[in-house]
């Protein structure tokens, strides 16, 4: 598959031809190597970063993984050895749950103190450490990918836990990351299918980036940003019916693609290309049953079945618009903040979580207020805008029927857990309260209402094409 090389080459010059450059970081991402057999290329890969002989840390949970009929780990050691010396560096405890806290981080750091090179291999929470570790000790680092369950393997971000919060930690890109057909198709397939919906996420996060430049909230919008991963939106639709199979080309497009749309939010310098309104329905599922002390399914399969419902938001409230006009509101602060603390002080009755999100939300509130002329000027122009948002956005029942060929979950009952539908409701109506991103939610709060009524008759639609509840 020469033609991986190809896409970051052709990536390369674009993003340098970009009219946008300015709003955009370098790709720091040195090379994806994909294909059938792309793991028999790791000790060249390797070669080409540090000297023969040199010793190379090899980062890895517990848990077992398989490459075809062979022990992954193993296979990756010996091909290492061959030419390396190899310090493995094992992550968490034996059942594989590892977590990216700082007494984590620390001590896989200082177990990978002077080499010469780290090799990762891993999908998630331990890719996100290796980048993390590359980053304290400015080091070559090459991913093998275990899985194509995520976008945020090829971006210069990790997700660490701070204090027990999540928070997005800039990191270090990696040099290489490795895209191997029997190791990705080995992975238990709801990873494949998550990664397919954290990819749907674009057609409704580009959107909402679109959006919240437009209503002047948040300026840094990058067309090019966004077109490098929405441009293999159609590409991505047409791919779903193979992820049904065991079909491995499919699985390393997947990941290819996530290649991409991580490269997206890198070179953009923050999520905003692939997470919108989904996302944040998605981080209210979590904290949901973070305060119950529960589990929730796996990320990217959440987003997929929140962005079908985010989709369908776009297109009703683009009808609606379209046949009424944009009125737009602009609620009183004490009001809102009532509202956020009836959604988050039920969840967490000592305040602070409704106080931390009421600090993000009313920077948001305090922009829309600060923008009245400019907003009402939009409202008039809406027309203006649809052509773009006729590129990005995407007929919710093609979406539906897409993921559903794949046999990805687009119901919030098909989660795994499922999510109740009291829950779903509730992060739905409430998504637009934490943070001070601005998405569609937003729009409809700020003109014909984002009320429990409106919600029901969005999982009314929903529940007509197969999603939803
Ligand atoms: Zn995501």
Redesign the pocket.
Known sequence: MGATTDLLGALRERLAAAPDADRLRPLGLGRVIAGPDALAELPAAVAALVPAGAEVALLADRMPMRRGEEDLKPAVRALLEADFEVRPVEAGPADGDVHADEETLAALTAAAAGVAAIVTVASGTVADLGKAIAAAHRLPHLIVQTAAS???FADDQSVLLRSGVKRTTPSRWPDVLLLDGPTLLAAPRPMSLAGLG?LV?MFTASPDWLLASAVGIDESYAPTAVAIGRDHGEELLELAPRLAGDDAAAVVRLAEILAVSGIAMGVAGR?AP??GME?TV?HLIEMAAASRGAQTAL??AK?GVTTIVAALVWERLRARIEADGLELRFPEPAAMEARVRRAFDPLDPSGAMAAECWSDYARKLERWQANRSRLERLAREWGALQPRLDQLTVDPARLVAAMRTAGAPTRFSELDPAVDPDTARWALANCHLMRDRFTIADLACFSSGWEEADVEAVLGEAASLGAGL
């Open positions: 995520v976008n945020g954290d996420s999520t692939s997470s996302h998605s990320h990217g987003v």
